[in-house]
Each structure stands twice: as C-alpha cells, then as structure tokens.
C-alpha cells in the first residue's frame, strides 16, 4: 500500500462516545490524521452494597450452581470485590471452581486468574450471546442444569431467554449499571454538531452509548436531525456485532464495522473506509 493509499480521516472531525478509553480513541483518531471530538455519553457505577453478589456467592458456596457464565472483564472484578465484602476470597473461589465457569471473551480471563479460577470455555469471537449458546450447545448443553449469569450495564434478555429456552433454570447477577456522565456538556456538543452535519464519522464502541446518545439528544430536541445527519452525513462505524444490531434496532444505519470487535480495529476499519461509504461528510478541518 503506497502512502497516498494508508487509511486516513484526512482532517475530517470524529466523534467518539468513549469514556474509559477516551484518551487512547482519541490518540487513535489522531494517529490517522482525524480530529477527535471525545462526548463521553456513559458511566460504570458499581452496584452499592450488592445483595445479588452476596446471595450469588453463598448460594455458590452452598453447591446451587452447575455453570456461571461471566460477561465481562470490569463485572467479574466489581463482583469479586462486593463478595469480599463479607466472604473470604478462597472460600467462594473454592465453590466457584466446582462449577463449570464459562466467558462470553477474553476480558473475564485475567480477573479470573487473579482469583485463581478456573475457565472451562470462552466463546469465540465476536463474543456476543449467540456465540455463547452456540458453544454451549456444542460442548455443554444447558438442559436441567442451574446458570448463574454474571450481567453488565443493562440486562441481557435474549440469553437469558435461550438458556431458558432450552430448559436452564437461570439466576442474574446484576453487578454494574451504566448511568449518563455527571458532565453531559461534552455529549449535547457532540449531538448538536453530529445534527448540524458538522462530523464526519461518528464510532460507537457499546450498544449503552446508542442508547444515551438518543437519549440525550430526544432531551435536546435534536433527535430528528440527529437522525438525519447519520444516515446523510455521518460515516457510522460500530464495533462488533452487538453495537451493530443496537443500532440498527433503533433505524440507524451501520457503514462500517471491523472483522474484529476491538476499538483499534474499528479506527483503521473506519479511517481505511469512510471515503466508499459514499456519504456527503462535512469538508475536512
């Protein structure tokens, strides 16, 4: 690839919901020559004094648990930290591994190796539900048996009904909620210049941010134009396959999506991208 042919926003400004991540996305943008508008639209709040953690665990240490799926990464550690509240870590850690433990993807690992768990399966990317039932359907059929499923940010409905479905009896253990950013000027900029058709490309890296960036721009009265500048204006790029079907369940259109659902992924795939999209982006800065 000659040099006139490397992947680049060209000075086209970016949009990015980001918020742990927010520096690094940024930096990224940057790297291929775009202008990073950083709008953090969500932030993690553990659940306070977690009575789910807690019944979770001692119904683990009591035998009650023949599978505990985990989700993600920052939930296995918020979980382990509201069980250590009242039970020692070697006494739950010792129940939980004589489960089977199953992870949706990679991020769970080293939690669970900081506890010194054992993990029986990981699901395949691109890490959604649907690659979770299809390997427990191959190697650990669900039928009679008791799930405890680790839950993130909102609750997950569909694998908590296609374990059902197939005759799991099912315990939630919800352990964070996303909530909107104490400072939401950033993200009502961010809409209001997305609805002016001032952005270029807009990169949503979790499905929660689809749901707050609507949120708060039906607040702001901007929906519409919302709306309208991502189909017309806006280049949007998704991060894997459960922030594309957000949204596309809310009628927003995903242009560009990376074969693998990882942010540095998406950045390339969409600097490399943008310009086939065919979209009438705003010029350059």
Sequence with gaps: MSTTDAPSFAGLRVATF????????????????????????????????????????ERLIAGAFDVVLFLTGVGTRYLAQAIETRIPRATWTAALNQAKVVVRGPKPLAPLRELKARVDLQAPEPNTWHEVMTLLDAQLPVAGLRVAVQEYGKPNPELIEALERR????????????????????????????????????????????????????????????????????????????????????????DIEPEHPKMGHLVAAVAAGWRAVGKAVPPAL
């Design 18 to 57: 980001e918020s742990r991540m927010a520096g690094p996305i940024a930096e990224l943008i940057t790297k291929y020559g775009g202008v990073p508008v950083t709008a953090p639209a969500l932030r993690e709040v553990p659940i306070e004094d977690n009575p789910e953690a807690l019944a979770f665990a």
């Design 167 to 254: 005759g799991a009896s099912v315990t939630r253990v919800p352990v964070y909620r996303w909530v909107l950013p104490e400072e939401i000027g950033p993200l009502r900029r961010a809409i209001a210049a997305v609805a002016a058709g001032e952005i270029g490309a807009a990169l949503f890296t979790s499905a929660q941010q689809v749901e707050h960036l609507l949120q708060v721009a039906a607040e702001e009265g901007r929906e519409a134009d919302l709306r309208a500048a991502l189909g017309r204006a806006t280049v949007v790029g998704s991060v894997g396959p459960t922030t594309s079907e957000t949204l596309r369940e809310h009628g927003l259109p995903v």
